[in-house]
């Protein structure tokens, strides 16, 4: 008996075939990581982006209410003194490595340490100040903190008065801050907070002043 042998044909795919499948498999790959890399750094940015506009509301909102309690802000050096009567209320300074420092302690520390704290109006919520990752990742920089009284800013023609007791009694308190999302101190972005704040106490002894 005669047995007839058939090759089988196996169907594969060459070498050249391979090559072409894992060059594109790669591409798409490296397209898609790229993606979610840029996505990831911009969801990065936007939660620390978060964190700091609320540090940052939080500090001038803190200052803007102890001003309005105020007759008097002087400044020393590079320390901001309210004071009532003569009396100091509260001391405000900037250190880049802890954040704002009210009466010479961080601000935000100042929240988490008296849960029960109301000054402010805000002192349920959580502050966060983290300049900077263990690793040594600058996520932004308190660059300066600057209060300076109305009168002595020309100009701002939308609070320009006539009134000169109104401009002294009035304040202009400002947050200049790098946001920075890299290894070293190059600038990503720039951001500015700024308040305008009214003493009426500091208005009224103006006035009483004149009118004696």
Same mark, same amino acid.
């Given at each position: =008996? ?13 070498? /050249? ?5 894992? @060059? ?7 397209? !898609?990581?790229? #993606? ?8 990065? /940015?936007?939660?620390?982006?978060? *964190? ?10 803190? @200052? ?8 008097? =802000? *002087? ?5 901001? @003194?309210?004071?009532?009567? +003569? $009396? ?5 300074? !900037? ?15 100042? #929240?988490?340490?008296?849960? +029960? ?6 002192? $349920?919520?959580?502050?966060?100040? /983290?300049? $900077? %990752?263990?690793?040594?990742? @600058? $996520? ?37 801050? %790098?946001?920075? =999302? ?8 720039? !951001?500015?907070? *700024?308040? #305008? /704040? ?15």
């Amino acid at each position: =008996m005669t047995v007839i042998v058939r090759p089988k044909h196996i169907q594969a795919f060459t070498l /050249v075939e391979t090559m072409v499948a894992l @060059i594109i498999s790669g591409a798409v790959f490296v397209g !898609l990581f790229s #993606i979610l890399a840029t996505l990831d750094n911009k969801f990065e /940015v936007e939660v620390v982006r978060g *964190e700091l506009v609320t540090y940052c509301n939080y500090v001038l909102d803190d @200052i803007a209410q102890n001003i309005r309690l105020s007759d008097q =802000m *002087e400044r020393n050096n590079d320390e901001f @003194i309210i004071s009532l009567n +003569k $009396k100091p209320l509260h001391t405000y300074s !900037l250190s880049k490595e802890e954040g704002v420092l009210k009466d010479g302690i961080p601000i935000h520390e100042e #929240i988490q340490n008296h849960p +029960k704290n109301t000054d402010g109006g805000t002192a $349920k919520h959580k502050i966060f100040y /983290v300049s $900077k %990752k263990k690793n040594g990742f @600058i $996520k932004y920089i308190l660059e300066e903190l600057e209060i300076e009284n109305l009168a002595n800013i020309d100009g701002n023609l939308l609070y320009d008065t006539t009134d000169g007791n109104l401009r002294l009694s009035s304040f202009v308190i400002e947050l200049h801050v %790098k946001l920075i =999302m890299g290894w070293d101190e190059g600038i990503y972005k720039r !951001l500015n907070f *700024e308040r #305008i /704040v009214f003493s009426s106490a500091k208005y009224f002894i103006l006035t009483g002043k004149n009118q004696s």
